[in-house]
């Protein structure tokens, strides 16, 4: 998987594409539209990370030329700016997702993972983690081929755990990407962990291989058995 | 009281006094002039008399108060002062059948024998009551008149000339500050008036011009820093998967990071208010809140549960709608609920009762006092130390209330609850 990154602040750029590495991914990173311009023009990603505000042009712009010359690229929008105006703009203009800034490395990972899957799969897979298989677009879950039933939010929780496997979650990140917002409050860490203790039960139930290991209180990481 | 009517208020005591005053001054006046000329007069008759009965002695004898008015009386004899004495008294009067004032001079005199007589003369004068009211009611009639004028000019004259004072007022009284309503140019021929809004024209516009700058200011400084909080956030959470970091390391960033979190959600709330404030959310439609309502209920139904509040949504048929922008309604409807949420207590209530005009949200809170409504809606105003509050959630209430012209807030204490209503703007609560 290629993914290149476009953003102008140096740090957040290697801290995405250090995130990123260690998934494997082979990323690389432009710092100013120009730049960004020519290994479009001479590169096929599969995934584009690209920043609104550029010192030397927007990203829309960017966009816009992508979409010329008819390049199938994935492009997810990372920006400053929390405008409706612009979201609209991004999408419509063909951009698959648009993420505000400052964001969850785990997020960042959820959405380009689920990019790349509607790309490659034409919205059509199963996610598998050992026993445990994950189809997104009906919102169920195999385990060893048996259905295992979980709520709206269980099932999020797994998909996040899964997407993110082997990676430490946070348990902000997990407050903010399954209930929003509205769950930002200090005792939701409280409430994640109950959630994730009702999940690792059922997961135990249907003796799913998989394990649902807690860090030191500041997140989980799915692991192996 | 209104600026004229205050003048007028003085304006009447103080001429009322004046001519009170004047109304002495005068009588005494005209009272003196006319005794004065009365006595002329007998003084005149007086040496006539005197002289006559000087050269006729037989016209002493048969004077008494006759038709002439005068008397003469014969006096022991002896020394006599030859003084005139003046005297004013009342006496009873045929024609009129009631006592009347009479001048009467007394004097003596010695005829050419050298005996002493005494001679009264009698004039009939003024009445100095009769007088005295006739003064009265003139100069009431004129006092009345001077008022009644007083106030006509005021009423006319002056309100022309502080007409355009009060559109001035009018201006400034319906002034909020970031709606950029300058007052309007009001010709007048007034110099203090020019003057006046001339200053507070410009006095607007540094007010304008602070405010915005200060916005601009809040604005930039939550954009600017929505980067370097996502830098740290995101190495924060690269540092965290290293596996070679012990427990107490852990802690320590979790620490750091819990307390970033809480800044970035700060500085969101922050850039949310002020562009509510810049007016960007325009997308005004139909708002339906019973279903808007609904949706966020829902949408919190699991935190309710674990923080064991119940909540319980009354509503009417006829449902509550207005015309505003959607996410804003959405915001408004989370930022009340979620404040109902954490000032709650454990297995608390929230009550929600929609009408086809409000919706209250009152919740049971550990707080059992009737909040100050003049500092709730304060940004970073709290009524406790309660730490998941951002202390913002109020203000974007408030600010969305104030750039949504169609509904208005109010809070109430009611039956040990808080209570917050959105209403229809002029709705009137029975």
């Known amino acids: ?225 | 009281m209104k600026l004229h009517n205050y003048t007028l208020k003085y304006l009447s005591i103080g001429i009322i006094v004046v001519l009170t005053v004047w109304v002495i001054i005068f009588y005494a006046f005209m009272t003196e002039e006319i005794y004065d000329n009365i006595d002329d007069g007998l003084k005149n008759t007086k040496s006539e008399i005197i002289k006559k009965a000087y050269e006729n002695p037989a016209f002493i004898h048969h004077q008494y108060f006759g038709t002439s008015g005068f008397s003469i009386s014969p006096l022991p004899p002896g020394e006599y002062p030859r003084k005139n004495e003046f005297s004013t008294e009342m006496l009873y009067m045929d024609f009129d059948d009631s006592e009347e004032p009479v001048r009467t001079l007394r004097t003596t005199f010695e005829d050419k024998n050298g005996d002493n007589f005494q001679l009264e003369i009698r004039t009939s004068t003024i009445e100095a009551d009769d007088l005295l009211a006739d003064f009265g009611i003139s100069v009431l009639v004129l006092y009345f008149m001077l008022v009644i004028s007083i106030f006509l000019i005021n009423y006319f004259v002056l309100r022309k000339v502080w007409r355009s004072f009060y559109k001035l007022l009018n201006n400034i009284k319906y002034y909020t500050i970031g709606k950029k309503v300058v007052t309007d140019e009001t010709v007048t021929p007034i110099q203090e008036f020019t003057d006046l809004q001339k200053e507070v024209n410009k006095m607007i516009t540094t007010i304008e011009d602070t405010f915005e700058q200060q916005k601009t200011f809040v604005s930039n400084a939550a954009h600017e820093s929505q980067t370097p909080l996502a830098i740290i956030s995101n190495k924060l959470e690269l540092l965290v998967e290293d596996d070679e970091l012990n427990e107490n390391q852990m802690l320590q960033i979790q620490s750091i990071h819990q307390s970033l979190r809480r800044l970035i959600r700060l500085n969101k709330s922050l850039l949310m208010l002020t562009k509510i404030e810049n007016k960007q959310f325009v997308n005004f439609q139909d708002v339906n809140f019973n279903q808007v309502i609904g949706e966020i209920v829902e949408d919190f139904e699991d935190l309710f549960s674990y923080k064991s509040v119940s909540i319980n949504i009354k509503q009417d048929d006829i449902p509550f709608v207005v015309n505003m922008d959607k996410g804003l309604s959405i915001t408004l409807v989370q930022n009340l609920l979620k404040n109902a949420l954490i000032h709650n207590v454990p297995s608390g209530e929230i009550e929600v009762e929609i009408t086809k005009d409000y919706f209250t949200i009152s919740n049971t809170s550990a707080f059992n006092t009737p909040l100050d409504e003049n500092l709730i809606y304060n940004r970073f105003f709290r009524s406790s130390t309660n730490e998941q509050s951002t202390g913002l959630g109020l203000a974007l209430v408030k600010t969305i209330i104030k750039v949504t012209d169609n509904i208005s807030i109010k809070y109430h204490y009611d039956n040990m609850k808080h209570c917050f209503t959105i209403y229809r703007t002029g709705y009137k609560f029975n």
């Open chain 1, 1 to 225: 998987m290629k993914v290149l990154v476009i953003e102008d602040e140096k740090e957040l750029r290697e801290v995405i594409t250090q995130s990123l590495e260690k998934e494997c991914y082979i990323v690389e990173q432009a710092s100013t539209f120009k730049e960004g311009i020519n290994k479009l023009a001479g590169y096929d990603y599969d995934c584009i990370l690209l920043d609104i505000m550029l010192p030397d042009g927007s990203g829309i712009d960017l966009l816009r030329e992508l979409k010329s010359m008819n390049k199938e690229d994935s492009v997810i929008i990372i920006s400053a700016k929390d405008s409706i105006d612009d979201k609209v703009l991004g999408l419509e203009l063909g951009a698959d997702d648009y993420l505000i800034k400052p964001f969850h490395l785990s997020e960042l990972l959820a959405r380009i993972k689920s990019v790349l899957r509607r790309k490659n799969q034409q919205g059509f897979q199963s996610l598998k983690w050992n026993n445990i298989e994950i189809f997104v677009d009906e919102r169920s879950v195999l385990v060893d081929s048996h259905a295992m039933v979980l709520n709206n939010k269980e099932f999020e929780l797994l998909y996040y755990f899964v997407v993110n496997a082997n990676r430490l979650v946070t348990k902000s990140s997990i407050a903010e990407q399954i209930w929003g917002d509205n769950m930002d409050e200090a005792d939701s860490y409280d409430f994640v962990y109950s959630q994730v203790k009702n999940l690792r039960k059922k997961l135990k139930n249907h003796q799913a291989d998989v394990n649902i290991q807690s860090v030191y209180g500041m997140g989980y990481k799915l692991t192996n058995e």
